[in-house]
């Protein structure tokens, strides 16, 4: 076994203990390999290992790598950054997933810009939930807004939110934070959305996260290791 196929396992299997121990049934929340920084040839091993979604957070990596791995047939972008208006159109030409959207001018772009070809681009409402200026994200009380307009939108696929919540390693602090995520998705399932995902959980907190619902965790440095 790689290094790379070790890594990946013993991460699946902390994926595994968390559901079960929060009474979920198994294959209810994915991993997501957050591959920003590493190169080409390090998501190439992860994909042969048997992962298929990658996160990358920098709109340059995401289309150089993406350029380089055209030969993997089944690999799944998810750009997890902050996006800037005028870089919407590269993200929407490659991207399958977007989980950083927190303004609706972004979102619209995004959907005007999808190539018709790919299909719906899948896109998660990124909430503050910390309530850290610093943070990206909308707050709590425009998620419910935002989240009925993206709904509107003809070419993306609104699959529900994602968050980070502060750096602590007080587990009741993050928990809270997550279930906050947790209820706004609930709420707007109850108006009438019809939303999936929870995108929340990364290295060193997958299994709070997993506890109050995750749906997908963003991991990379548990399975590429310490980023320089
Ligand atoms: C880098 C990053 C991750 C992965 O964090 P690790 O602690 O290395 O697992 C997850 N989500 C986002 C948005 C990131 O930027």
Not at 167 to 192: C, K
Request: glycine letters at 6%; aromatic letters at 4%; hydrophobic letters at 45%.
């Amino acid at each position: 076994m790689s290094e790379i196929d070790k890594a990946r396992q013993s991460v699946l299997s902390r994926i595994a203990k968390a559901l079960q121990s929060a009474g979920r049934s198994s294959n209810t929340c994915r991993l997501l390999a957050v591959s920003k920084t590493f190169p080409a040839d390090a998501v190439r091993s992860c994909y042969a290992s048997g992962q298929r979604a990658f996160g990358e957070n920098y709109v340059q990596e995401l289309i150089e790598k993406a350029a380089q791995l055209t030969d993997l047939p089944l690999i799944e972008w998810h750009f997890i950054g902050p996006l800037q208006s005028n870089k919407t159109r590269l993200v929407a030409e490659v991207a399958h997933w977007v989980h950083g959207v927190d303004r609706l001018k972004i979102a619209q772009r995004l959907s005007e810009q999808r190539p018709d070809a790919l299909g719906l681009l899948n896109i998660c409402v990124q909430v503050n939930v910390s309530g850290e200026a610093s943070k990206s994200g909308c707050q709590p009380h425009e998620a419910i807004e935002l989240a009925h307009a993206i709904a509107g939108l003809p070419r993306l696929s609104l699959r529900g939110l994602m968050c980070i919540p502060e750096p602590s390693q007080d587990s009741a602090l993050l928990a809270s934070q997550f279930a906050s995520l947790r209820s706004l998705l609930a709420q707007l399932n109850q108006q009438g959305l019809v939303l999936d995902t929870l995108s929340m959980g990364m290295s060193a907190d997958l299994e709070v996260a997993i506890a109050e619902g995750a749906s997908i965790v963003r991991v990379g440095t548990a399975l590429f290791g310490a980023r320089h």
